[in-house]
């Protein structure tokens, strides 16, 4: 076995194992923590297909921010983990139906003949002057531009919708007008009083 086969095989073997105790793990930290780890096996994946520029994405974006955020979140929420586990039993039919759905999909697509080693070769070395990162702004804007632009409209539309579910308007809360603000003079806060001076 090659060394770069035996690596794969670890990342790989660590990647299912993170990805497991994501969705088993009974404390929410711990899932992200593990979530962490999965990212980072993946990003070794991905240096072992000679795609070192998506491997520090992998790396940079979601380990080092979107992990961040979520680990503030869940522990700025102090989630009730037993009233999250209610209703586990009721919608486990319906869970384990889906899953081996998609056990049997992914089984009957990497059982495939057009997965294996012969038919997927390993890349081909790049020359001394390649760069990743040119290859794919290269393809990103030109063969992909409009999959690319779609994708970040809706991205886009994506966030003003979080934005507008999260601006609800309640009671008891005090909340102040922008436009109230910026038309605020000093003669309509401001009123000075005249008094006359007394003596002791």
């Known amino acids: ?93 319906v869970g384990a139906l889906v899953g081996i759905l998609m056990v049997i999909e992914m089984s009957l697509v990497l059982g495939g003949r057009y997965f294996g080693l012969d038919e997927m070769p390993a890349p081909a070395a790049a020359a001394a002057d390649y760069s990743n990162t040119r290859e794919i702004g290269r393809l990103l804007y030109t063969e992909y531009v409009y999959p690319f632009e779609l994708a970040s409209l809706l991205l886009l539309v994506a966030m003003v919708a979080a934005v507008t579910l999260t601006l609800r308007k309640r009671k008891g809360v005090k909340a102040i007008n922008p436009d109230e603000q910026v038309y605020v003079r000093r003669e309509g806060r401001v009123r000075l009083v005249s008094m006359p001076t007394e003596k002791e």
């Open 1 to 93: 076995m090659e060394f770069k086969t035996f690596v794969f095989y670890v990342f790989a073997a660590i990647l299912v194992f993170a990805a497991l105790r994501v969705i088993t793990a009974r404390n929410p930290i711990h899932a992200a923590l593990f979530l962490v780890l999965a990212f980072v096996s993946a990003s070794g994946l991905w240096m072992l297909l000679q795609a070192e520029f998506l491997a520090i994405t992998l790396v940079l974006v979601y380990v080092g921010a979107v992990m961040v955020l979520f680990l503030f979140v869940v522990m700025m929420l102090d989630v009730n983990i037993a009233r999250l586990r209610e209703g586990f039993w009721s919608y486990l039919p």
